[in-house]
């Protein structure tokens, strides 16, 4: 199969395309905001773009799958550049969904865990809300085979560990290794779920594959 990986040389992506390209002929568009060309892998071919532009990178779509992992992944950095992360994470979202619906590949979404808790409590929030609302309209609307993946706070190889794309396990390892104490917010009873990538890659690969279709969201 071809498939393409939106943000393919990003965290995810990478383990993702490392997976898929033992099988199959797997693209990335990445346009290196975040994602990284140290994260480059031989037998997959990379396309330095943006998701919102995605009409212009290709002549012809005769994909099979995109999976679609582009975008702005943090909460904080959502608060200082609301338009940046709009523009990803909303518009991107729905930019690759019609390119797909125009060619009918199949289409599924890097939800986000965020969507169990007040959309309205932060850009990132929102924007993530509105991309998996705009994902269940092309699934009514014009039947598209769509699904929605949640993911919930993924650690393991090529996550980030410098800079504000950081996440908490990234930020704890990178206090590690510089000797710092880790930091912990509120009282420390806290709890929160962690996946680790191999886990979110797998399930992925099996929903790409998956006849079924769920009415929500894979979680």
Not at 113 to 128: E, G, I, T, V
Not at 177 to 194: A, H, L, P
Not at 198 to 206: P, T, W
């Amino acid at each position: 199969m071809k498939i393409l990986v939106t943000g393919g040389a990003g965290f995810i992506g990478t383990n993702l395309c490392s997976m898929l390209s033992k099988h199959h002929n797997v693209y990335s568009l990445d346009n290196y905001s975040i994602g990284s060309k140290l994260n480059h892998l031989n037998g997959v071919t990379y396309l330095d773009g943006d998701v919102v532009d995605i009409f212009d990178h290709f002549d012809k779509n005769d994909f099979d799958i995109c999976f679609h992992l582009a975008g702005l992944s943090r909460i904080q950095p959502s608060f200082t550049i609301p338009l940046n992360t709009f523009r990803a994470n909303t518009i991107g979202t729905q930019n690759v969904l019609e390119w797909c619906r125009t060619n009918s590949t199949k289409f599924i979404y890097s939800g986000s865990s965020s969507k169990h808790h007040d959309p309205y409590q932060s850009p990132y929030a929102l924007y993530k809300y509105l991309g998996e609302e705009i994902c269940k309209m092309y699934k009514q609307v014009y039947q598209m085979d769509v699904e929605i993946a949640r993911f919930y706070n993924v650690y393991g190889p090529k996550e980030i560990v410098d800079g504000d794309w950081a996440a908490v396990l990234g930020i704890w390892r990178r206090q590690i290794r510089e000797g710092k104490n880790i930091t912990i917010v509120g009282d420390g009873e806290q709890r929160r779920d962690f996946t680790h990538v191999k886990d979110i890659v797998n399930g992925l690969i099996k929903i790409s594959e998956f006849k079924k279709r769920h009415t929500d969201a894979w979680e």
